[in-house]
């Protein structure tokens, strides 16, 4: 009850068990809600348990958060998969990769999934997600950059598809934003040579939509905060809501969808 009447409030964090394990940290101010990878130490590596906290902040999101804000604690947004995932031992209390292979096909399938539920719902209609990337942003790092709908860079960030390079697939739901901003030709160079993508390429081949000094991060950000919450919302996400489905329809289709919510916005404002 006590959480449920601070969220009303606006201001709410969530420091429980599953987040605080994995290594995240989640804040709600009135419509902004703020995720920060929170184990600088480790170049905020990430692990199950990370990709467990962000699902389930992701399903207990308070309906009055328009946008989120990711972002990572320390000189890194994230360095990627936890290397003792590839060792024997694994992370304590959550097991290896060498362990999830050894589970049956359909669990580790599902664990697959239970991952990638941690980043798919950033692109909700209901709310605009924003990276704020400094330093590494490798693998896992990468993929939960392009979950977001918008990244704003600091000019000293590193973007990597590392996972080729370990023998493993881009499997944390980027390999389609990936293609979708850069093109099929750009994603394959970037993925199968593993190399380093620095900030003045991604801002010329779409991965970020603005590049500034490290230490003007925080306020860009605001800046672009401020922005998304300065238009209507029920206009925000019936609009956004087109632009997502819109490679998916012909020309027609799209102005066939584009009355359906404007006739709804205009009952809305008028009926």
């Known amino acids: ?82 290397l003792r995932m590839f060792t024997a031992e694994g992370v304590p209390g959550q097991g290896s990769f060498g362990s999830a ?9 599902q664990r697959i999934r239970q991952a990638q539920a941690g980043f798919l719902w950033l692109r909700r209609p209901e709310i605009v997600s924003i990276a704020a990337v400094q330093g590494h942003a490798i693998g896992a790092g990468f993929q939960l950059a392009l979950a977001c709908d918008l990244r704003i860079v ?16 881009p499997d944390l739901t980027g390999t389609k934003p990936l293609v979708e901003l850069v093109g099929l030709a750009k994603a394959i160079d970037i993925c199968l040579t593993a190399r380093t993508v620095h900030a003045d390429e991604a801002m010329r081949i779409g991965l970020a939509e603005r590049v500034v000094a490290g230490g003007d991060l925080d306020q860009a950000i605001g ?34 969808a584009e009355g359906i919510e404007q006739a709804a ?7």
């Open 154 to 169: 600091a000019d000293d960030v590193s973007f990597c598809m590392k996972e080729p390079a370990l023998g493993l697939v």
């Open 223 to 256: 800046e672009k905060v401020a922005q998304l919450l300065s238009t209507n919302r029920d206009a925000a996400v019936a609009t956004k809501r087109l632009l997502q489905g819109a490679q998916a329809r012909t020309l027609e289709e799209q102005s066939v």
């Open 1 to 82: 009850m006590a959480e449920a009447q601070a969220q009303q409030r606006g201001g709410y964090t969530d420091d429980g068990p599953a987040t605080a394990e994995g290594g995240v940290r989640f804040e709600v101010d009135g419509e902004i809600a703020t995720i920060t990878l929170a184990r600088p130490e480790k170049r905020n590596a990430q692990t199950f348990a990370t990709w467990s906290a962000l699902a389930r902040i992701g399903e207990s999101l308070p309906e009055q958060v328009r946008v989120v804000v990711v972002k990572g604690e320390g000189p890194s947004f994230s360095a990627g998969i936890d």
């Open 101 to 109: 292979a050894r589970s049956d096909g359909a669990d580790f399938e």
């Open 265 to 271: 916005r205009i009952r809305a404002l008028f009926g």
